[in-house]
């Protein structure tokens, strides 16, 4: 009887990385990592280690930043494939950056079709978006 409640599981529906838009989420992406630099590495002897890297991920439509936290460091090396689960647009000044927290995986894959080419010239971290204040009229 439990098993008849359960709902059945959706398949996952990809996209590419020229589709994000800001203040979306709920993404899964599969994305090649093209490099990785530490940019937080704080922590106490007694107390929680904080990690935070900066990636450059992409697949065969663009690239784009995506912001790495603590477990997730160890998983984002150059030249590896990951699956994104459930990955939001995050703004960092006036930029998208992509992140996955704690609702959503990075998983390592194998890529589907021998090595894809990461499109680089299209940098969606290097568009900047300006936040204009709808006026009542």
Same mark, same amino acid.
């Given at each position: 009887? *439990?098993?008849?409640?359960?709902?059945? #599981?959706? !398949? /996952?529906?990809? %996209?590419?990385?020229?589709?994000?838009?800001?203040?979306?989420?709920?993404?899964?992406?599969?994305?090649?990592?093209?490099?990785?630099?530490?940019?937080?590495n704080?922590?106490?002897?007694?107390?929680?280690?904080?990690?935070?890297?900066?990636?450059?991920?992409?697949?065969d439509?663009?690239?784009?930043?995506?912001? *790495?936290?603590?477990?997730?460091?160890d #998983?984002? !090396? /150059?030249?590896? %494939?990951?699956i994104?689960?459930?990955?939001?647009?995050?703004?960092f000044?006036?930029?998208?950056?992509?992140?996955?927290?704690?609702?959503?995986?990075?998983?390592?894959?194998?890529?589907?079709?021998?090595?894809?080419?990461?499109?680089?010239d299209?940098?969606?971290?290097?568009?900047?978006?300006?936040?204009?204040? *709808?006026?009542?009229?």
């Amino acid at each position: 009887m *439990a098993a008849a409640s359960k709902s059945e #599981l959706r !398949k /996952p529906i990809f %996209t590419k990385v020229d589709q994000l838009r800001p203040g979306t989420s709920g993404h899964t992406l599969t994305v090649k990592v093209i490099s990785s630099s530490m940019v937080l590495n704080k922590g106490k002897p007694e107390g929680p280690h904080m990690r935070i890297a900066e990636c450059l991920v992409g697949d065969d439509t663009g690239v784009i930043i995506f912001t *790495a936290r603590n477990e997730q460091v160890d #998983l984002m !090396k /150059p030249g590896s %494939t990951v699956i994104l689960r459930n990955a939001k647009i995050d703004m960092f000044k006036t930029s998208m950056r992509l992140a996955v927290d704690k609702w959503g995986r990075v998983e390592l894959t194998q890529p589907e079709d021998d090595e894809f080419q990461v499109k680089h010239d299209n940098n969606l971290s290097l568009v900047e978006y300006e936040l204009v204040k *709808a006026t009542e009229n």
